[in-house]
Nanobody, 123 residues
Framework: QVQLVESGGGLVQAGASLRLSCAAS????????MGWFRQAPGKEREFVAV????????NYADSVKGRFTISRDNAKNTVYLQMNSLKPEDTAVYYC????????????????WGQGTQVTVSS
């Protein structure tokens, strides 16, 4: 069992930066790939970024490449999403999730989810 708690969301202006954190409970965190997803009002949940258990592999949605960076610290049981050059279209609830077997871009392959943190970017 893995419990995930996101933090770091907020209201910022376009062009600003935010760093989201996702703290995980459980001793098996380091064996999970970790992903970030987001869901805007009235839209489907979408993939943002994923990092493999050992940080060797990372993947990003095209919409955030070059602006967002995913990282993890297994000693702290935490995964991060550094978001730079934020745009109004980045406004959404951001969720972290744990994937035991893959480092997938598909939300249905994830085993555990956090409760989400709101990110709002004003123009």
């Amino acid at each position: 069992q893995v419990q995930l708690v996101e933090s770091g969301g907020g209201l910022v202006q376009a062009g600003a930066s935010l760093r989201l954190s996702c703290a995980a409970s459980g001793r098996t965190f380091s064996s999970y790939a970790m992903g970030w997803f987001r869901q805007a009002p009235g839209k489907e949940r979408e993939f943002v970024a994923v990092i493999s258990w050992n940080s060797r592999n990372r993947n990003y949605a095209d919409s955030v490449k070059g602006r967002f960076t995913i990282s993890r610290d297994n000693a702290k049981n935490t995964v991060y999403l550094q978001m730079n050059s934020l745009k109004p279209e980045d406004t959404a609830v951001y969720y972290c999730a744990a994937d035991r077997w893959n480092w997938s871009t598909k939300d249905y392959e994830y085993d555990y989810w956090g409760q989400g943190t709101q990110v709002t970017v004003s123009s």
